[in-house]
């Protein structure tokens, strides 16, 4: 099986930047789609940005282009989200998810749907204060 494990969350002023860390433990070879979602208190999850782990391919959602960047360390089975210029509206407990499987959307990019990931890891919380 899969565990994925989140760290690296934490509260930080406006303008402020951190780093998400997600490690995989077991049968983690062939988890070729990785992403990060987040749910803020009262809304659905959404997806913040994907990652295909065979080549490196990226997707982020509109809100957090230009701010957070998503990359992987396979030596350490790693997944990262370096989060930049953070915002209030960015607070939410962030998750990092898996699957052995990439979709993608209509346009070509790689899904965000939290559906099409199997393993998830236990979230980590985000602050971000005014």
């Known amino acids: 099986q899969v565990q994925l494990l989140d760290s690296g969350g934490g509260s930080v002023q406006a303008g402020g930047s951190l780093r998400l860390s997600c490690t995989g433990f077991?049968?983690?070879?062939?988890?070729?789609?990785m992403g990060w979602f987040r749910q803020a208190p009262g809304k659905e999850r959404e997806g913040v940005a994907a990652?295909?782990?065979?080549?490196?391919?990226?997707y982020f959602t509109d809100s957090v282009k230009g701010r957070f960047t998503i990359s992987q360390d396979n030596a350490k089975n790693t997944l990262y989200l370096q989060m930049n210029s953070l915002k209030p509206d960015d607070t939410a407990m962030y998750y990092c998810?898996?699957?052995?499987?990439?979709?993608?959307?209509?346009?070509?990019?790689?899904?965000?749907?939290?559906?099409?990931?199997?393993?998830w890891g236990q979230g980590t919380q985000v602050t971000v204060s005014s």
């Open positions: 990652i295909y782990t065979g080549g490196g391919k990226t």
């Open positions: 077991g049968y983690t070879y062939s988890l070729y789609c």
């Open positions: 998810a898996a699957d052995r499987v990439c979709y993608y959307s209509n346009y070509g990019t790689l899904s965000l749907t939290d559906t099409e990931y199997n393993y």
